[in-house]
């Protein structure tokens, strides 16, 4: 299904997609009983595998006592529940959480208070937002703006918000320099934003975003030792607000429930969605500081934003349910651990291939940058679509994974990445190596094949 007859207006309008029917552990499974080990969790979604009972479970028993209630009239036992699970746990300084449908709707959301805090606080030339290019923050036209994927941004520049400035990324691999230390490079990336910050002068900056590990773009950008640290010396010093896209990279992807622990930071503001509730529900997040709550506690005392869909209760239900499981099933230890052996795997089987430039990672995130030359470190022409064969391939042999383009400048350069489930065990990764190894030559041997014969290949029964 999913081709001509399908009445849905699906991504791809050529494609003919398998109907997904069930799921077991990591795996998912089609309408003709194909099974796919579920490497990628889709987008980095589905943490808990697709059959975790006490989540389903927590959905169903919501659904039967309160499916809905709106926010402007009550708020809901699962929401508060959650709140208070997340916050007993976020980086010092946070204090309230809003919930919302997504991951763009949370980085709106993120947007639109740092905008009303400086407007809380008398200060309205405060507008612009310093993001960083090859960054992704969401499709909707405000997340859009601020994001750095140029191929996503292009159609819809027309609509794109103006004050929004782009810095570099932190990108160790492409930038640098030859005998730089690590942490000098660290420094001299953050420094990027100071001078971004001097230029448009302080008191014209709102917020910096920043995903603490870059994920959808470039596939799973390291940050340099330092460097966050002294993104938050800028930020204080300048008053700007740090805005933590962790929508990819958070709640325990990384092996600890906040990507930018490991930084030794907190932000002003946290945004999360995708395995907060695992794909069980729909729902994203903001964290905010109390700084931020006390200032329109003390002004207008009313969020000037919010949706329909804020904080539902059966969504809420299925985050906590998820989040419980991952505490209780001691599941960090298992990213920690299988994170481990995934690096260890992955070094021994691509360490030396002649067309990964580069391994890099954290946790169950790992990411694999195809170039055509690992020397010169040259991308493959994008008229190939290297990543959109290395997909088709790999699905081939029954492995989700995430493959994008865009990872040199945000038009060309091919990268893979892999967001495995906390659940997974030694068999799994020993089966997703082999079976990554397998699809990423097929698709490479698929550039040697002319057009016609590739057109002709069909996906095996
Ligand atoms: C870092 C980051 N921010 C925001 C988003 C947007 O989230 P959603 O697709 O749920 O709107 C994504 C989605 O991939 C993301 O990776």
């Known amino acids: 299904m999913g081709g001509s007859h399908s009445r849905i ?50 959905v169903v028993n919501q659904i039967k006592s309160l499916p809905f209630a709106h926010t402007s009239f009550f708020t809901s036992e699962p929401a508060e529940r959650l709140a208070d699970f997340l916050m007993a746990r976020a980086p010092r300084g946070l204090s309230r959480a809003a919930f919302v449908s ?11 208070l740092s905008r009303q805090y400086w407007l809380e606080r008398g200060q309205p030339s405060r507008a612009w937002i310093v993001s960083r290019r090859l960054s992704f923050h ?25 004050k929004v400035e782009f810095i570099s990324p932190c990108y160790a691999y492409r930038d640098r320099r030859e005998g730089e230390p690590d942490e000098a490079y660290g420094l001299r990336a953050a420094n990027e934003l100071e001078a971004a910050i001097d230029r448009l002068q302080p008191d014209n900056v709102a917020a910096f975003i920043a995903e603490p590990i870059g994920g959808a773009t470039a596939g799973c950008l390291m940050p340099a030792p330092g460097y966050f640290t002294r993104i938050r010396e800028i930020c204080d010093r300048t008053g700007v607000l740090f805005i933590a896209d962790e929508i990819m990279c958070g709640m325990g992807r990384t092996g600890t429930l906040f990507a930018c622990e490991q930084e030794g930071v907190a ?7 995708k395995g907060l509730a695992a794909g069980y529900q729909p729902l994203g997040g903001v964290l905010v500081s109390d700084a931020i709550v006390r200032a329109i506690e003390n002004g207008s005392g009313m969020l000037g934003t919010g949706h329909t869909y804020m904080g539902h209760a059966v969504a809420c239900a299925a985050a906590l349910a998820v989040q419980l499981a991952i505490e209780e099933e001691h599941l960090l230890d298992n990213v920690r651990r299988m994170g481990a052996l995934l690096e260890r795997r992955l070094r021994d089987r691509f360490g030396s291939h002649p067309h990964v430039g580069d391994i890099r990672g954290r946790g169950l995130f790992w990411a694999l940058e195809l ?52 659940i997974i065990d030694e068999s799994h990764i020993e089966e997703l190596v082999r079976l990554l190894s ?20 069909k996906r095996p029964g």
Do not use: M
């Not at 997504?102 to 639109?112: F, L, N, P």
């Not at 397998?438 to 290949?457: C, E």
């Open 102 to 112: 997504g991951g763009s709707e949370a980085v709106e959301t993120a947007i639109k």
């Open 138 to 162: 969401g499709n909707t036209l405000g997340a859009l703006s601020v994001g750095g994927h140029l191929a996503r941004r292009e159609r819809y520049l027309p609509y794109l918000l103006d």
């Open 9 to 58: 207006l699906h991504r791809s309008l050529r494609a003919d997609l398998p109907t997904a029917t069930h799921g077991s552990g990591p795996y998912l499974f089609d309408q003709a009983g194909r099974r796919y080990l579920d490497a990628s969790g889709g987008a980095a979604v589905s943490c808990l595998g697709h059959s975790h009972l006490a989540v389903i479970e927590a």
């Open 438 to 457: 397998i699809g990423l030559d097929a698709a490479l041997a698929s550039l040697q094949q002319p057009a016609a014969a590739r057109a002709g290949r």
């Open 267 to 273: 932000p002003d503001l946290v945004a999360i969605a």
């Open 371 to 422: 170039v055509e030359d690992r020397a010169t470190k040259k991308p493959f022409d994008p008229g190939l679509e290297l990543y959109r064969r290395v997909k088709r391939e790999a699905l081939r042999q029954g492995l989700i994974c995430y493959p994008s383009g865009g990872a040199f400048d945000g038009t060309c350069g091919d990268h893979i990445l892999l967001a495995p489930p906390y």
